[in-house]
């Protein structure tokens, strides 16, 4: 395999794909961390024009981990409609591009080549998207689901409404859980970070925000982000849950070490499938993100997009409510400023919307990177325009139990008003029906928690 | 005209405009207006001469402000009061439109510009004289920046660090103290005065030999497998800088490890964490607790989760 292109006179050879993958992409932390990233700016559009002459059936055939080695691979390749591949496997990398931005390539179009793609396929044709062709082609590529209410549906907005409480008091939980409502926050999912991981501490949370539920007819689902073998057995034992989740990771091995397989999930699917108390049929929520695998030396030598490309391949298998990558989590060794997580927030919702997944962002950074809210706000902006599914719903976007800031209660109404969007339409009726909103636009009465004191 | 004679006069003007309505005291939050929805306002018209101009604010960080209720219009204003007061999250902070209302949007800034300044600096050397600290550096030669990016540099010593540390310091203590940069400043400059002369003193009456302290600029935690394989003490209590949370920069953390070395990783370590003054684990409580654990690390020569499993 001969892997060369000359740029401005100068030539550039890579020696494998692995390597070609991890120097195309945008300039990444983590990718120098990883020792895969381009060494200059010139190298980084070399690799890019070797790529997009790539045809698509390469990247079939090198997977980040070899089929034998790793679950995820399998799970990923297993999954490929044959048919379909054979129609697209001799495209290159950059025909694939500009098919998925042409006028002529609709919707259902795209959607129905999704089921020929493997990860690698999607990492690779995302390198050489430009921002601006991310959002476009995202946007193209619609993906909804139902639990309780329905999310994704174009011309919509969901808020997770994330109450995180620094010692998982109830009472200051339900304080901000009716703060996130008041502002149409919880469309997407009632999901609490707890501190305490027990089986005790997750039902007793569970119960509450399932109370709130009942007692306000939220049309909503909820959820305790403990481990999945916790909510297993909170759920086994009768406890009121509407979606399970799982933090996932792009190979085997860095599952490992989130103490989390393949039979694992099947198995908590499987459970929520029978026992969640929402109509369903989508159960599951994943979060993900770029570094992951990294962090848990556990990438087999690749860059971390296509880790995260393979997340989402594995998140498909169990059809998810909703997906979303906390793209600043993880720290500036792996996104460093405000523009390597705002690239990253736009791969990782496209690359989901394009493996099939109803992807959401948690716009986020952590203190010691060099980010601030205002970064947060323009990719939030951003994400709306590319058609995201949701983002976090906080306390003025500072997390008080996570210590790190995203979107916040505020942004969910604002983003909905700028870009004429609404809640999930059952949740929209709900508020309509008490009072808080009116023709999309915030009532008066909204912005103030006390209004769920009376019930 | 001094200046304790200045003040007092802008103090009397400024109560009469209060009293006059012509400006809010920026003490009390403002009284509800009931012609305003809750995403509304509309300033009041104001007759002020920019000659008696003057604007002198309260620190809005402090609780009294930093909790106030911010609604407009609240259904219940005692229910919102108890809300606020369940939990730190920035809860009944009303709103302008859709958008945060301008006191809660500059809270929040100036909360992270405290932590981004943290970050950034270096201690003070006049705190690093103070307890006789010298300065040895990690594999950390670019700065800050650097610092960021290479998390695996920050574990380990440089060359120069190596022979330093190997010439200055009594070898095979029972307990060697290291203090770290890390990601905060500002909570060693917070915290050291306490806790370390708790942590000297609190060795010496245990009959616990105190090795040779030192500073070591641009740190991480795995720094301790070095310092055990250079110094051989039986335990090493690094006090490093924890990353700053939003609006708290001075908080830290001892991370202990009982005959570290290379290749040795969280799991064989303890660490005594949110350590700060009002609300955290006290620094003088912390470095008396610290203490309890270096014998009790020696005592099970053990740490981490062996120590766990040991102590049962």
């Known amino acids: ?455 | 005209m001094d200046q304790s004679r200045i003040d007092s006069i802008v103090e009397a003007v400024v109560k009469e405009l209060i009293a006059a309505g012509a400006i809010k005291s920026a003490t009390t939050p403002s009284a509800p207006d009931s012609a305003q929805p809750a995403g509304g306002s509309t300033p009041a018209a104001r007759h002020l001469s920019h000659d008696t101009l003057t604007i002198d604010l309260p620190d809005p960080t402090v609780d009294a402000l930093r909790y106030a209720p911010n609604v407009t219009n609240p259904k219940d204003l005692d229910g919102l009061k108890a809300m606020i007061s369940s939990t730190t999250a920035r809860i009944g902070v009303g709103r302008a439109g859709p958008r945060y209302k301008t006191n809660s949007l500059l809270l929040f800034q100036g909360d992270h510009a405290i932590t981004q300044d943290a970050l950034m600096r270096d201690v003070d050397q006049k705190l690093l004289d103070e307890f006789g600290l010298f300065t040895v550096q990690t594999r950390i030669t670019g700065g800050k920046q650097e610092y960021l990016l290479r998390p695996d540099l920050g574990r380990l010593l440089d060359d120069e660090a190596r022979r330093t540390v190997a010439e200055k310091c009594a070898k095979g203590a029972n307990v060697q103290v290291v203090v770290g940069d890390g990601l905060s400043a500002a909570a060693i400059e917070a915290n050291l005065r306490q806790i370390f002369p708790v942590i000297k003193q609190g060795c010496q009456s245990a009959g616990l030999s105190f090795g040779t302290p030192f500073f070591i600029q641009y740190c991480r935690v795995g720094v301790l497998n070095d310092i055990g394989d250079i110094l051989q003490p039986d335990v090493v209590i690094l006090l490093i800088g924890e990353r700053p949370g939003l609006g708290r920069a001075d908080s830290m953390s001892a991370y202990m490890a009982y005959k570290p070395k290379g290749g040795d990783s969280d799991a064989d370590r303890d660490v005594v964490c949110n350590v700060f003054e009002n609300g955290g684990t006290n620094p003088l409580e912390a470095g008396a607790f610290v203490v309890q654990i270096a014998q009790k690390m020696r005592q099970h020569q053990a740490s981490g989760v062996k120590l766990k499993l040991a102590a049962k």
């Not at chain 1, 070399?46 to 995820?72: F, G, H, I, N, Q």
């Not at chain 1, 939980?173 to 707890?194: F, Q, T």
């Not at chain 1, 030396?297 to 990558?325: C, M």
């Not at chain 1, 705002?342 to 962002?361: N, S, V, W, Y």
Request: hydrophobic letters at 35%; charged letters at 20%.
């Open chain 1, 1 to 455: 395999m001969l892997l060369r292109t000359k740029l401005h006179g100068k030539t550039y050879e890579f020696p494998d794909i692995r390597l070609l993958m991890g120097k195309a992409n945008e300039e990444k932390s983590g990718d120098r961390l990883a020792g895969v990233g381009a060494e200059t700016a010139a190298e980084r559009v070399a690799a890019k024009l070797v790529l997009a002459e790539l045809p698509l059936s390469v990247l079939r055939e090198t997977p980040a981990v070899p089929y034998d080695e790793d679950e995820v691979t399998r799970v990923i390749q297993d999954a490929v409609n044959e048919t379909v591949y054979n129609e697209i496997k001799d495209w290159t990398v950059g025909e694939f591009r500009e098919w998925l931005l042409a006028d002529t390539t609709s919707s259902e179009m795209i959607k129905r080549v999704s089921a020929g793609l493997t990860s690698e396929m999607i990492a690779g044709v995302t390198k050489i998207m430009s921002n601006l062709d991310l959002i476009y082609a995202a946007k193209k590529i619609p993906r909804t689901a139902h639990c309780n209410n329905t999310i994704g549906t174009p011309g919509t907005l969901s808020s997770r409404n994330q109450p995180n409480h620094p010692t998982d008091s109830p009472e200051g939980i339900r304080a901000e859980i009716y703060e996130g409502l008041s502002y149409g926050s919880g469309d997407s999912v009632i999901g609490i970070n707890p501190v305490d991981d027990s089986y005790g501490s997750v039902m007793r949370l569970l119960e509450m925000s399932y109370d709130i539920i009942k007692t306000w007819e939220v049309p909503t689902q909820n959820c305790v982000l403990a481990h999945v073998t916790t909510q297993m057995k909170c759920l086994q034992a009768g406890a009121p849950i509407g979606l399970i989740f799982q933090s996932l990771a792009g190979s085997q091995k860095a599952n490992d070490s989130f103490g989390i397989s393949v039979e694992m999930i099947d198995e908590a699917y499987a459970l929520a499938k029978k026992y969640c108390f929402p109509a369903g049929p989508n159960y599951m929520y994943f979060e993900t993100g770029q570094g992951s695998a990294l962090s848990a030396e556990a990438h087999n030598g690749w860059d971390q997009l296509t880790l995260e490309a393979r997340i989402y391949g594995f998140a498909k298998r169990y059809s998810p409510y909703q997906v979303n990558t906390v793209v600043g989590f993880i720290g500036p060794e792996y996104l460093y400023d405000a523009r390597q997580i705002q690239r990253a927030g736009l791969e990782d919702h496209f690359m989901g919307k394009l493996t099939g997944i109803p992807m959401g962002c948690d716009a986020c950074y952590t203190n010691h990177a060099r980010a601030d809210q205002n970064a947060i706000e323009n990719l939030a902006v951003m994400l709306t325009a590319a058609g995201c599914n949701y983002f976090m719903g906080v306390p003025m976007g500072d997390d008080s139990m996570l210590s790190y800031q995203c979107t916040s209660y505020h942004d969910a109404p604002t983003l909905r008003q700028l870009f004429g969007l609404r809640p999930a339409p059952e949740f929209e009726k709900w508020m309509e029906n008490l009072g808080l909103m009116k023709n999309g636009v915030l009532t008066d009465k909204a912005g103030d928690p006390t209004f769920f004191l009376r019930r």
